[in-house]
């Protein structure tokens, strides 16, 4: 008798589930209290701010040991799900070079290193972005400036990051950052370029954004509380003084703002940027002798805006007066204030205006209709065009274009089936010449299709979608189906090239992108409809797309994963409890599924930064009611969920490993399926997971093994 590689999958996933018991944790009795009720928490008890609980600690290796002997059958599958993926990147690849002060930039691995290679050449006759990738490709460093090499610096280190962030305007000094647990707890750290040579001057705990002024001896900086890891105050630094004091030039009051630094386009002056979820307010001093920073315009309520300063005059992007999709305006240098701003590019309800980039000879606007990202370019005649794209869903936005002196602008495009590509056009004379393309070896993407969608969900919204699947494939209601949803913050989910993914198609799967409500695909009303109390939109949008790609048969009902993180986890949870009958299987990593005991507690990292995307539980009693309506940690029920797996890292300090884990304790508790449920718990990285470009790979063929094997997708 002939059984089919479907059914053999199915019993290999019984057995390894009935081989193996599932952690049990202590439930210990906790009231959470506010304004509005009380609610039980059993496993409130595992969070331990200072990670060192051992009982804590105990589970939680429990649980990775669980996972462990799982997935143990499934490692063939993970090593050649690894493989494959590696084997779609040139290990000894770089970046493209940008040019800056008179030197070209760029970034570069070597073969077999997890780390960057950050570094630099001397501009000079014959030298160009060409030249240099030409070099790099030939393994000619010769003329080289090596400024980071990440690999030593990460030596002894479980988990390392670091990256340069400012270098002075005579090139001689470089400030750079490292966080060595993945908590986002930056120290700065600063190099003399002229002779390699570390300087004492260490600063630690801040957000990792610097700022040199003019006279590269003074250096601002942005210092993070301890606790709540908000960003408070900037500072200033001058070489050779002692960090503990150093001089704090701007304090931010409210904890519903974060802050960053910047420099305006002509260099003239430095900025800082407040802002929270609804409003901005910007500061500035001159770069060459920057003593007090002065206020560009003051915050207002749903008042969002950002200044930029070039030609003379001062460039604002912002939703004032109404201009929901934002508009640009104009300002002189003695009158920023709002009444003194005049228009220069007028709002359009149907165009989202998402960044303006100021050029001396033309100007560039990276804008959103119809869900997808356009470039817009205007002359100095009035006249405006288009950079033009080839495929009916992709990606494009600005690339580096650190001067303006220049008739090239430099921009990036991809799509589900066009690895990356780095372009510039020549604005005088239309040229328009390919930088690079992502190589891919192995990959050829005339094999693949890619194909958008607009789905109508439940309230008559069309929603888009992006696919991507062989050109083979038959939509006959067979196939396997990955969906991935973000749907957060504003934040737009663009379609783009993975090489993981590729592994996935090439077993007959299909990948979607759904481009859901809370994300900003289709403008500032998108996004506005999937916050608050319009948060259910999110997830509803996301269910509603499944339930129509099963029905026109581009994949099985019973053959359905679904893959999200962080805020993306938060939507995993909410479909896993509310249509748990449409996944198969599960994928959430870093997920956000505590929302209202979270939301209650300010102490906790980004909670006050985040009440005007969630809402203040603590305050209105309509949004703990609406919060505790969706929470997936509060309404895990008696049901049958789906497989499921859940990572999370011990270090995050965006979403704390706490809620995974009790999310993962309470489920087990009351999950009546026979699915497994595997949690997986990195003890030593935070948000972003492992350090280092292989060591990801692993946890994604890890992840992917799992779900291949509860899809039956065997070849």
Do not use: C
Request: charged fraction near 25%.
């Amino acid at each position: 008798m002939k059984v089919s590689s479907f059914l053999l999958s199915l019993v290999l996933a019984m057995n390894i589930a009935q081989a193996q018991t599932p952690p049990d944790v202590e439930k210990r009795p906790h009231t959470v209290k506010s304004p509005h009720g009380e609610r039980q928490d059993e496993y409130y008890w595992l969070r331990d701010d200072a990670r060192k609980d051992a009982k804590m600690l105990a589970y939680l290796q429990a649980e990775n040991d669980y996972a462990d002997a799982l997935l143990k059958p499934l490692k063939p599958l993970e090593d050649k799900l690894f493989d494959e993926i590696v084997s779609r990147i040139k290990q000894d690849d770089s970046s493209v070079p940008y040019r800056e002060h008179g030197f070209w930039y760029y970034t570069r691995f070597e073969n077999g290193k997890d780390y960057p290679v950050h570094a630099r050449r001397a501009a000079g006759d014959g030298v160009d972005a060409l030249s240099i990738r030409k070099a790099n490709d030939a393994g000619d460093f010769a003329k080289e400036e090596v400024l980071l090499d990440v690999n030593k610096l990460a030596e002894g280190h479980d988990y390392f990051s670091a990256a340069p962030v400012d270098i002075t305007l005579d090139n001689q000094k470089i400030v750079w950052a490292e966080d060595t647990n993945g908590r986002r707890q930056y120290t700065l750290r600063i190099t003399d370029l002229a002779g390699g040579k570390l300087l004492p001057d260490t600063i630690i705990g801040t957000n990792g954004s610097a700022l040199w002024a003019d006279d590269g001896k003074t250096l601002f900086y942005i210092e993070n509380d301890p606790e709540t890891l908000l960003s408070k105050r900037v500072k200033k630094h001058v070489l050779g003084t002692d960090s503990k004091d150093d001089a704090v030039v701007y304090e931010e009051t409210d904890d519903s703002f974060y802050l960053d630094l910047g420099r305006t386009r002509d260099e003239a002056y430095l900025l800082i940027h407040a802002s929270s979820t609804v409003s901005d307010e910007v500061h500035y001093a001159d770069a060459k002798n920057p003593g007090e920073f002065k206020l560009f315009a003051p915050r207002e309520r749903d008042v969002e805006y950002s200044a930029d300063h070039f030609d003379g005059r001062w460039v604002i992007r912002t939703n004032a007066d109404g201009a929901r999709n934002f508009k640009i305006m104009t300002a002189a240098d003695n009158a920023t204030a709002r009444k003194d701003w005049q228009a220069w590019i007028a709002h359009d309800p149907a165009i989202f205006l998402e960044d303006v980039e100021l050029f001396d000879d033309f100007s560039v606007i990276a804008e959103r209709s119809e869900g997808l990202e356009r470039i817009r370019i205007l002359k100095k005649d009035g006249t405006s065009e288009y950079v033009k794209a080839d495929e009916p869903a992709y990606s494009m936005g600005l690339s580096a274009n650190p001067e303006a002196d220049t008739p090239w602008l430099r921009y990036s495009y991809t799509s589900m089936t066009t690895p990356a590509i780095v372009y510039e056009m020549n604005m005088a004379t239309g040229e328009r010449r390919e930088l690079k393309q992502q190589p891919v070896p192995g990959y050829d993407r005339h094999q693949y299709t890619t194909e958008r969608l607009w789905v109508p969900v439940r309230d008559g919204t069309k929603v888009p979608v992006t696919l991507v699947y062989r050109k083979d494939f038959k939509r006959d209601g067979t196939a396997a189906l990955l969906q991935y949803g973000y749907g957060s913050y504003g934040l737009s989910m663009d379609p783009g090239f993975s090489a993981s993914t590729v592994s996935l198609l090439d077993r007959g799967m299909v990948y979607a992108l759904a481009h859901i409500r809370g994300g900003q695909e289709m403008g500032r009303e998108w996004y506005e409809n999937g916050k608050l109390l319009h948060k259910k939109n999110t997830f509803t949008d996301f269910i509603d797309i499944t339930r129509y790609l099963v029905e026109h048969q581009y994949a099985a009902k019973d053959r359905v994963a679904a893959l999200g993180g962080s805020a993306g986890g938060l939507l995993m949870g909410a479909i896993s409890n509310m249509a748990p009958e449409d996944y198969r299987v599960i994928l959430s990593q870093v997920p956000f599924v505590d929302v209202v005991t979270t939301m209650l507690d300010p102490s906790i990292p980004l909670t006050t930064n985040e009440y005007d995307e969630w809402g203040n539980p603590e305050a209105s009693a309509d949004s703990y009611a609406y919060m505790l309506s969706y929470s997936p940690y509060d309404n895990l029920k008696a049901q049958a969920y789906p497989a499921m797996f859940v990572g999370t890292g011990l270090w995050d300090s965006q979403v704390q490993y706490w809620e995974p884990a009790k999310y993962v304790a309470r489920l087990r508790d009351v999950n009546t399926g026979s699915h497994p449920v595997l949690f997986r718990t990195n003890m030593e990285a935070g948000h972003g997971g492992k350090s280092g470009r292989f060591r990801r790979y692993r946890e994604t063929a890890e992840m992917y093994a799992f779900m291949l094997n509860q899809l039956g997708v065997t070849k």
